[in-house]
């Protein structure tokens, strides 16, 4: 290489670089991150309500498998990234009623996470046959995990 | 039937209706399904995010997968019900954003939420191929259905 184009290469290379800076989206503020999760539990909450109503009143299959899938859909999402550092304290739709033992503790929370995650796909694959009885023992199997996760790692109201 | 039971008969008729009445949960308020709704279309938000910043920037085949498959099942999720006669005004985290055309154009919006949940559901079969090419075109395109949906549907902030 030319002794003299070395400048305009080096020249570029910081340009290319502050361009490819420019492309990456910003990461999304702490608030947002917990505005973010908060919703993910309403969704949670709406899909909860509709099965319970579903196992315990009328049954319909496919709002059922609809709830199921959305739910299994959440549960594989990839959650934690919600939980990221600075996230600890703050509000999105309100403050965080999170714990800080749930920054500190992984070991405990991925387990729990799997735990939810597993009986949520389950829960999924047992929505698909319709079989009204098997799904309201597997619901009742996933409402055990969240609650087990709320009893560690959500303050009380 | 003998007479004297007719009037036991219908008594426990009345009790058991009342009883079945009982078990089923009540119907969510409206601001109940105004607040899911709104979580919905932040949860669709972050997943809309995370997929842009992977076909944008470095890209990780697995968390697109992960946001493309949470999108496409709240996309299936049966998301009309959380725009239940009742809920054309109100306040859920904040005061809805909804036109009233879109409790009036029944065939309009089953046209674009058809549109919507067809892209979607292809978003997530072009993301398991790891394709970062195909997966930010199929992406435009559903970036498009979601933008006819609020151009026609939401109000301007």
Known sequence: MKKSIKPLVAALAVVVSASALAQQAPAPKPET???WRQSVYQVLAWNSGRIKANVEGTYNKDEVIRAANSTAALANSGLGALFAP????GKGWHDTTVKPELFTDGKHVGELAGNFAK???????????????????????????CKACHDDFKKKD
């Open 119 to 145: 009986e949520a796909n389950e829960l999924a694959k047992v929505a698909a046959t319709g079989d009204q009885a098997a799904v309201k023992a597997q619901f009742g199997k996933l409402s055990g995990t």
């Open 86 to 89: 600075g996230t600890e304290q």
């Open 33 to 35: 991150l917990i505005k």
